[in-house]
């Protein structure tokens, strides 16, 4: 039955999710569709972990599994949850083809800084990822070190990556160019700024719901003045990204706040969204993105409703 679940699962390019008191649910393009079956008992996802022991799968934590019949696929399990993400047969897509914005570029360009990355999940962040991930691959070359939570891309490919690995150490950074990094904590926040300071260039990947959302939960593990200050000099953009399900396919609404913004809105203790980024040059929001989509008729009134639905 596993099996069959994960095949339904890629047929609509989605991730299969399966809880304890839940039914069988799919992650399609940042929405969860739940299939029309019994919940799951503890009993019964015992019984499906049980049929996929023989492809490896972990007691506890994430590991990329190969299931015959299948392909490889992500799994996290943090029982009584589990999540399978099928890994990509390919190499990512080009930013193009992805309708990114190509401001996107010039941030993987820059020599050093702190360029944070934010999503939901199912936001489309992990491809996005590695597409940028791609596109530096094919620049100049860079060695590129990636921490915490591995990239689907990076798991199914590696191509010109140095690795991955759970911490940083002064001996990886030394042979490191270019550092993508997990937020989770204050010890990570603090580990992105100063690799960001000592000259690296770090994309720093966080959840939340909107930009100016994200520059507060890095003010909360960085709470002191000196580390706000420290933290507006090494900023060099915020990109926010969610996905939009259009009948041209996914689309990204993405949200954009220049390094100038980005130092005004850490001085402010209360941020109004989106009010605080009405008015600022070269920075847009969910709502400007979306527009975009509806000027360029890319989707129609009702979907983009849906979306902004969804946000509240």
């Known amino acids: 039955m596993l099996l069959e679940l ?22 399609r393009w940042g929405q969860l569709q739940v299939k029309e079956a019994a919940k799951l008992t503890r ?8 049929q996929g022991r023989d492809w490896g799968l972990p007691g506890e934590g994430e590991k990329a599994v190969g299931i015959p019949g299948f392909g490889r696929c992500q799994v996290n399990l943090q029982f009584p949850w589990v999540l399978f993400r099928p890994l990509p047969s390919d190499g990512p897509p080009p930013m193009e083809k992805l309708n990114l914005p190509p401001g996107l570029a010039e941030l993987v360009q820059l020599n050093q800084g702190l360029v944070l990355l934010g999503g939901q999940r199912g936001s489309g962040l992990r491809t996005t990822l590695a597409s940028l991930l791609e596109l530096l691959r094919q620049g100049p070359p860079r060695r590129i070190l990636t921490v915490g939570r591995c990239h689907d891309f990076v798991q199914g490919h590696g191509r010109g990556l140095l690795g991955s690995c759970v911490r940083l150490s002064e001996a990886l950074l030394d042979s490191c160019d270019v550092v993508v990094l997990w937020l989770t904590d204050s010890a990570s926040a603090q580990a992105a700024l100063e ?23 890095l003010q909360t593990w960085l709470p002191a003045a000196a580390w706000s200050q420290r933290l507006g000099d090494a900023l060099r953009a915020v990109y926010y990204q969610r996905l939009l399900a259009s009948s041209q396919g996914p689309l990204p609404v993405c949200e954009f706040v220049n390094s100038e913004t980005s130092r005004q809105l850490l001085q402010q203790p209360r941020k109004i969204y989106p009010d605080c980024l009405e008015g600022q040059s070269g ?27 969804s946000w509240t």
């Open 6 to 27: 994960l095949k339904e699962a890629a047929s609509l390019e989605a991730h299969l999710q399966l809880c304890v008191g839940q039914a069988p649910a799919f992650w």
């Open 283 to 309: 920075c847009w929001s969910l709502l400007h993105s979306l527009q975009d989509w509806l000027d360029q008729q890319r989707v129609s009134p009702e979907e983009a409703d849906l979306l902004v639905q």
């Open 43 to 50: 009993e019964d996802l015992n019984r499906l972990l049980e």
């Open 195 to 217: 690799a960001a300071e000592e000259g690296r260039l770090v994309l720093a990947l966080l959840r939340g719901l909107h930009a100016p959302n994200l520059l507060d939960r």
